[in-house]
């Protein structure tokens, strides 16, 4: 069994514009809790949640430079939560 440690190097450049990144989402999401959008205020602030934590798995978490595999899982979890929070809507909607 051979054990084969991948190393990469992430440059502070990348890591201080994804800070960056994520402090303008952060108040993106903060604002839009401000704006009156109706129904479509939650949809905004889970759709910011969602790009953040994205952002935070393929950088911080070295999602992108890991095996397809682990990318793979990962999406099949964002679909089934999207699937769940779909229906949590229709259901809501439709009381």
């Known amino acids: 069994m051979e054990k084969e440690q ?25 604002a839009i809790t401000s704006l009156n959008l109706g129904p479509y205020t939650v949809s905004a602030a889970l759709l910011l949640a969602g790009s953040k934590s994205l952002l935070v798995l393929l950088i911080f978490m070295h ?18 939560f999207a699937s769940v929070i779909f229906i949590t809507f229709l259901d809501y909607l439709y009381r």
């Open 6 to 30: 991948h190393t990469h190097i992430v440059k502070y450049k990348t890591y201080v514009f994804v800070l960056i990144a994520l402090l303008l989402m952060t108040f993106t999401s903060v």
């Open 63 to 80: 999602l992108k430079f890991d095996k397809k595999f682990y990318s793979i899982m990962v999406g099949g979890v964002f679909l089934l």
